[in-house]
């Protein structure tokens, strides 16, 4: 806080300037500020004509008059004095001294010589201030791959770009990004960016990636961006900026209705499906088609596997239409029926991507023949009975 002071003798037995006190001591790089000293004299005998001459070092300097003078301090008393005291642009971190020196004379009375004005030998005082740059972290640029983020995207990657405009050195630095409802961190702590050191006037990379979640309504979102860091004192601090990540439209659909014919399958039916699908999304879908896939452990043989539909604005249905048969024998029970929805987005905003979206229709397959192969079935029979009452009724008729 203060520099040692060289006493011109045993303090108590002569006239002794100190400096003791010394408000502020914490400067900043480009810093002017007014510096007050409290001079003491720590001793018994008077000081006059007190010189304090100020000397200048290549970081921190006294401006204005380098020089101080106090006309009289009597024992054991002290006195305030300000000086302007400036920091140069730039100047790094550290511990800065700047030198006085001070004259003085004694003043005293003997009973053989009156009244003595006596000059003392100039001595060496010093202030000692420390000088810590501010640091100030700012985020100076945000991007995003993709560049236009869409909800249900995968591994976001979101780049952000921290400077440090202040004076001040940051190390350990970590950029913590934290996720509202509708986003998450695609893996563990890939959330979280390790910066290590941010000198003044630089500039660092933080990468994080997120998945956003399906359904997420579009506009802009702030995501909280927690930076802690220490400074060279090992001070630790945390400050929290906001990352703005803009969600574009994009469609989405939902199944609202689904018409199966004849309404009870069974093994052998020709089925038509008709299926009703609903653009929940915020954005119109263009070219709208949709498509059965057929997993190999269900029983259906399509002859119409797709059905386009054409474009569908937010809010409005389509129906598409979909045959098979089911094979025969087939197991009787509940399947579930892959349907993907294809589309494209709205060029008018500048959207040329293709989306799909996998939903599922349950088709159930009720115990029992189709009524087709029933009627066949007893077609055969009753020929049968026909064909052998006719054989026995000419056989008994030839024996009469």
């Known amino acids: 806080l203060i520099a040692s002071t060289i006493p011109v003798s045993t303090a108590g037995s002569h006239a002794n300037i100190v400096i003791t006190d010394v408000k502020p001591t914490d400067l900043s790089p480009g810093d002017t500020r007014d510096v007050t000293l409290t001079i003491k004299n720590d001793g018994s005998r008077d000081a006059r004509h007190i010189t304090l001459n100020f000397q200048s070092t290549a970081y921190v300097s006294v401006i204005g008059s380098s020089v101080v003078y106090i006309h009289s301090l009597n024992a054991w008393t002290s006195k305030d004095v300000t000086i302007k005291v400036h920091v140069a642009e730039g100047a790094p971190d550290g511990t800065y001294e700047v030198p006085i020196t001070c004259s003085f004379d004694e003043y005293y009375y003997t009973a053989t010589q009156g009244y003595v004005t006596a000059p003392m030998t100039p001595t060496q005082l010093g202030i000692v201030f420390n000088v810590r740059g501010e640091i100030i972290i700012d985020v100076a640029d945000v991007t995003t791959d993709p560049t236009e983020v869409r ?68 506009g802009y ?72 896939i057929r997993k190999a452990t269900q029983p259906f043989d399509f002859d119409e596997r797709s059905c386009y539909i054409g474009d569908l604005d937010v809010g409005e249905e389509g129906i598409g239409a979909l045959s098979f048969d089911v094979e025969n024998p087939a197991d009787a029970r509940e399947y579930l029926l892959k349907v993907r929805i294809r589309c494209t987005g709205d060029p008018d905003v500048g959207d040329y991507n293709v989306y799909t979206f996998d939903r599922t229709v349950p088709v159930t397959v009720s115990p029992g023949a189709a009524k087709h192969e029933m009627q066949a079935r007893y077609a055969v029979f009753i020929g049968a009975l026909i064909v052998l009452f006719g054989g026995i009724y000419y056989y008994l008729k030839g024996r009469k």
């Open 151 to 218: 909800p249900g995207d995968d591994y976001v990657t979101v780049t952000a770009t921290l400077s440090n405009s202040g004076e001040g050195q940051a190390k350990e630095v970590k950029a913590v990004l934290e996720c509202p409802e509708g986003f998450k961190p695609s893996k563990s702590a890939t959330n979280i960016a390790y910066i290590g050191i941010l000198n003044p006037g630089s500039q660092s990379v933080a990468t994080f990636h997120i998945d956003v979640e399906d359904g997420i309504r579009d």
């Open 221 to 292: 979102y702030s995501l909280p961006l927690r930076i802690t860091y220490k400074d060279t004192n090992n001070n630790d601090y945390s400050i929290t900026r906001d990352l703005r990540i803009l969600v574009e439209p994009k469609p989405d659909f939902e199944v609202t209705s689904v018409k199966i014919s004849p309404e009870t399958i069974r093994s052998g039916n020709h089925v038509r499906l008709e299926i009703t699908v609903k653009n929940t999304g915020s954005e119109d879908a263009k070219s709208v088609e949709i498509r059965a």
